[in-house]
């Protein structure tokens, strides 16, 4: 985990503050001694009086500042704490906290002691940001001091993809493995019954079905004689292998006009690699909670790929892979499409705006694989648009559709991931009727 | 507060969206609009924006130069110290906003310890405590009520003190005593203060 950013205050430096009390004191005490005006002389006391107060307490020494506990809660919210050890003298302290996407605010608390300010943000997005970037500077009593004002931060987080429940999912068209959660097509040892067998080497005893024995033995000859013993046959059980592939050049957000990267994406919007991010943590928790094995490919970053493999810690591995995954340099074209594991089922999480990854995905299917193609677009915002923005978006989606129907023809099914809530409904509906396409596999 | 339902934020984007480009049309912006971007979430109790406490600084200065300004240059001379005051807190122009009302007391006739001077020594310190606070200090910033106590009570203390000077001074005068060597005493006395103020602010290596 990343260190979090903690820094001792500035240095102490005057103010005006004691030599305009002064002035303004000592001044009216003075016209008041000349002029014979007591009341004049009233009137400038309270300011020496305040002057002779604060200066009783000289401030000395650093303080600490540190951001702590820097977390990503359910609410989609990241949190912190800002604590602050100030100097000794100290009576107020100042904090301007920034963080991306956001609008500072303004801070001004007591800082006679300690002080710890919990922080919030907007956490919709996922993968490696930045949050809570701090400037801070300490006043003394009766402001005769300040601080040199100092820069704490920003913290880096690692927002990992949150996953939803996904309930039927398609398997690829060869399972692997003599154990595992599907049934497939071969003999072997599970539950759901194959046939009735004469007994062959091999076979063991406590598979013998008496009553098939028996009734069997019995045809044409002497009651109770036992001729040839058959057993039950099952279906032998089998894991998937699926391979997660995200395309993470892109990352756009819904707002068209950010495209360009003239504009900020908005905190509030989950980009489209958000949306990728989401939609492969949620299938790698479905498949690995069925027993599956999963495998990861960035096709930003082809050579590192994560191998098949089951369990809850390799859930862990693939989500922090995730997380990790961020369109970095050009976009480079990709020669030859990763290698996929024979019998597994792929599936191309992109937004499809141009060829690479239907291309890839195309490939793949003409090897033979299974491939789903999630697009992970995020839908239009609902605002007003003038006739040449409208255009504009009915030629991206245009292109994009055609791009999806080329798919189609080639064999690759397509599922449309959308930001609803719950935001599972739309991919779960399409992989239930695609699971629903295929019963039983080899 | 509860936050407001997607349709009517989606309603306010259309209306905001609306009005710009209305607004580009007439030559006004460019017809392209953001939504207003969040603010940084931070929880410090009760606070108050600082313009508050600056609006309330600049009320009691004006009241405080009500009570002694005659004629439109007065106004002038305070309303000009009152704006710099304000525009460039870094400076002496609170000590010069107090021998400013000083000065114009004296101009005035007023007598001596009459009623509005009492109101005074509250209204000068109090502006000269407000401005020590936010003297510097974004006006959109949130001061934390707490962070008022410590000023405010030394400000109490202050007032105790040169309140019951004044009662005593009003009540010497108001009963005709007068006193030869009062002057030398007090003039003695104001070096004393002055001396030690300066030694204290002079010498001392300052914060360290």
Known sequence: MTELPHDTTGRWLRTAVPGSWALGGGGLALLGLVLGRADLVALGAPLLLGLALALRTTPSGRGHAAIEDLRHDQDATVRADLTLEPPPGSELALFRVSSPGHRHVDLVVAASGPVAIPLCAAGVRTGRQEFFQVTHQQTSIGHRARTASRELGPAQLTVLPRTGELDRLPLPPRLQGLTGAHVSRRVGTGGDLHDIAPFSRGDRLRRIDWRATLRESGRGREPGTLTDLHVRRTFATADAVVNLVLDSRDDVARDRATWSGYGEVHVDDATSLDLARAAAASLAKAYLDAGDRVGFVDLGRVGRPIRPAGGRRHLQRIIHALAESTPSGGARPIVRPPQAPSGALLIVLSTFLDDEAANLAASWRRHGHRVLAVEVLPPLPEVPRTVAEDNLHRLIELEQADRLWDLERTGVETVRWQETAPHTRSLAVGLNLLARQRRRFA | ?208
């Open chain 2, 1 to 208: 507060m509860t936050s407001p339902t997607p349709a009517a934020v989606s309603a306010r984007q259309r209306a905001r969206t609306l009005l710009s480009r209305l607004a580009a049309t007439f030559g006004f912006g460019t017809g392209v609009t953001t939504r207003p971007l969040p603010v940084v979430g931070a929880r410090i109790g009760p606070w108050v924006p600082v313009w508050v406490v600056t609006t309330a600084m600049v009320a009691m200065a004006t009241v405080g130069a009500a009570l002694v300004v005659q004629g439109w240059i007065g106004w002038a001379v305070l309303g000009g110290i009152i704006a710099v005051l304000v525009r460039f807190p870094e400076g002496p122009w609170i000590g010069v906003y107090a021998v400013a009302i000083g000065v114009l007391l004296l101009v005035s006739g007023a007598e001596p310890f009459a009623s509005r001077v009492f109101a005074l020594i509250a209204l000068v310190h109090l502006v000269a405590v407000l401005h020590s606070v936010v003297s510097g200090l974004p006006w959109a910033a949130r001061l934390q009520l707490r962070a008022l106590r410590g000023p405010l009570a030394r400000f109490a203390a202050a007032q105790s003190a040169a309140q019951a000077l004044a009662t005593v001074g009003a009540l010497l005068t108001g009963a005709g005593v007068t006193v030869p060597w009062l002057p030398v005493v007090a003039a003695a006395g104001l070096a004393a203060v002055a001396v030690t103020l300066y030694l204290r602010l002079a010498t001392d290596a300052g914060p360290g």
